[in-house]
């Protein structure tokens, strides 16, 4: 760590996240911040993060201009791209943004094959995520997703004329797939030629449609032997494509279009988080704040008018400390360990890191600890034992 650095802050990234908590349905899997998009009036909730970017920018009178900008949601693909652009005008007026800076819209299929592509870029955005999710159709109805496979094909190939920069998510180790059958999805996957993709195994959480399935036993989640078994298969494969993992769920053909918007989660950096349940960690006086909004549109766009700030709590250095160690292990650069001693005055060499080394799963060079292949697999449990 660079004397006279703090160990995290905007120096290690600065971004935007904006939150668009609707979906046209809502997928049985789904565990994040999400509402069905009824007939609704989307103004007011435009309006809640236009004055939630400025409230930001009366309490942050110091920063650096924006190198990335993120909407996700929800279907954030949905947004009127005169409300995209609206707030990337508010964002650069208010906080500026860095030539070239990253500016990605989250998109489902059928919104990337009947939206103006020209209107997305004319706002701003530079790239795509799009969630195509599986090239299976039955995997594509069991995920409850509403597009087929032939739009997730036609909506990447669309999305890459329009965005060179654009990535892709699936979802595999679902219940009864085999070594097989992801091998061949995923090559197809690939051979539509993104530069990045997110490869994410399926989660079960409790309060989901698929978690109360599995609760009365009407689903089974793939055993966790067998869902190693498929992440070392997907190593292989996004491999032999020339798409590496740069983290654990995410591959990227070259250093340039990794999701810079991503590393700054990962290398410990500050971002404002807007919209319903959005969190933002930023640097004030030397103290790190973690915000969180409300979960509800409605009690989020209540909170904004009611207080002048964001609300938020600041770190403890050891939490901060566990939040820089667990997100710096994800990315195969790692972390300088020297930014977690700066926090817990203690040193990180203990026996469980030198075992994980003598194991194989963890590199250390100089001050700098990162996962090898093989303990990216572990890396949740390598975290835990870590903590400091
Ligand atoms: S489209 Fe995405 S965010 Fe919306 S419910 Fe489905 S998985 Fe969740």
Known sequence: MAAGALPAGPAYGFGLYVHWPYCTRICPYCDFNVYAAKDRDNGALVQALRDDLARHARWLPEHPKLGSIYFGGGTPSLMAATDLAALLEDAEKLFGIETGAEITLEANPNDVLSADLEGWAAAGI??????????????????????????????????????????????????????????????????????????????????????????????????????ADLYELTQQVADAHGLPAYEVSNHARSADVQSRHNLTYWRGGDWIGLGPGAHGRLTIGGQRIATHAALKPADYQASVVETEKPVGETLSPIGNARELLALGLRPDEGFDAARIEALTGTPLLNDALETFMEQGLVLREGTRIALTPEGRLLADRIAAELSP
């Open 126 to 227: 530079n790239r795509l995520s799009i969630g195509i999710q599986s090239l299976d159709e039955a995997a594509l109805t069991f995920l409850g997703r509403d597009h087929d496979v032939s739009g997730a094909r036609e909506a990447v190939v669309r999305a890459g004329r329009h965005f060179p920069n654009h990535s892709v998510d699936l979802i595999y180790a679902r219940p009864g797939q085999s070594p097989a059958e992801w091998e061949t999805e995923l090559s197809e996957a690939l051979a539509l030629g993104a530069p990045h993709l997110s490869l994410y195994e399926l989660t079960i959480a409790e309060r989901t449609a698929f978690g109360k399935r599995a609760g009365r036993g009407e689903l089974v989640p793939m055993p966790d032997d067998d869902q």
